[in-house]
């Protein structure tokens, strides 16, 4: 499974946004400027993301976004499946054999519990010394 420019650009918006949680609205053009990213792109990942409610936007001078819940109730796997879709490692299995299938099966499984255990706040949190489990990298 590989996810594209659209879920790690999103994960990025979501975890700038957790990091002023609090604070009031943050304007895209900000994490554009501070993470050197378009901010034409950001704007279309941002569109999917406040459709599944995830965030909210502030119109004004003083408008951008917002989490439209806590860090703690968003997790990676939220951004990721609205951006990218179902997390599949490999489609049309049905027409493996059963032991590739379970394979499968378990890849899936292991990708989507590291995504869903893992919070937009513990990824706004994090620094160098935070540790994770050894796997989360190895995904």
């Known amino acids: 499974m590989k996810i594209s420019t659209k879920g790690r650009y999103g994960l990025t918006i ?6 002023h949680y609090g604070e009031g609205p ?6 554009a400027a501070e ?19 995830l965030v909210k936007s502030v119109r004004g001078a ?25 997390i599949q490692p490999v489609e049309g299995i049905e027409n493996e054999e059963a032991a590739q299938q379970q394979l499968w099966i378990r890849i899936r499984d292991a990708v989507k519990n590291v995504l869903d255990t893992t919070t937009i706040e513990d990824l706004a949190k994090y620094n160098d ?3 994770f489990d050894g796997y989360m990298f190895y995904i």
């Open 62 to 86: 003083y408008g951008g976004y917002l989490l439209a819940l806590p860090p703690s109730k968003i997790s990676a796997a939220d951004v990721i499946k609205v951006l990218e879709g179902p």
């Open 26 to 31: 943050t304007p895209l053009r900000q994490i």
């Open 35 to 53: 993470k050197d990213l378009s901010e034409a792109y950001l704007e279309q990942l941002v569109s999917p993301l406040r459709i599944a409610g």
């Open 129 to 131: 010394e935070t540790e």
């Open 14 to 19: 979501m975890i700038e946004l957790a990091k």
